[in-house]
Nanobody, 123 residues
Framework: VQLQAFGGGLVQAGGSLRLSCAAS????????MGWFRQAPGKEREFVAA????????YYADSVKGRFTISRDNAKNTMYVQMNSLKPEDTAVYYC?????????????????WGQGTLVTVFQ
């Protein structure tokens, strides 16, 4: 099972980025997926989650209205569109897959993790 997150980079505050997470080695269409992030010196925190079908989504309050999570099960890929980025969004972003149809905001709910992609937002 492999997850590869990519799409991070350097962006000015107010700008946008789209992160992708490509999955392989498993039928991910049956499982919930999520994005987390970890800023330097801080614990990993929940960003967004999406159910197996994509019909249910869940966001951290800090990104609600700015980030949109989605998935394409035919491509085994999950995305997060990040708009109106702020310097406090700077972090390494990780994608993860759960073993249930629906997943939430707990790190322990997820079994497989990608390597992370760095997002840096400057003022």
């Amino acid at each position: 099972v492999q997850l590869q997150a990519f799409g991070g980079g350097l962006v000015q505050a107010g700008g946008s980025l789209r992160l992708s997470c490509a999955a392989s080695g498993r039928t991910f269409s049956r499982y919930g997926m999520g994005w987390f992030r970890q800023a330097p010196g801080k614990e990993r925190e929940f960003v967004a989650a999406i159910s197996w079908s994509g019909s249910n989504t869940y966001y951290a309050d800090s990104v609600k209205g700015r980030f949109t999570i989605s998935r394409d099960n035919a491509k085994n890929t999950m995305y997060v569109q990040m708009n109106s980025l702020k310097p406090e969004d700077t972090a390494v972003y990780y994608c993860a897959v759960a073993s249930t149809y629906y997943s939430g905001n707990g790190v322990d709910e997820y079994d497989y993790w990608g390597q992370g992609t760095l997002v840096t937002v400057f003022q």
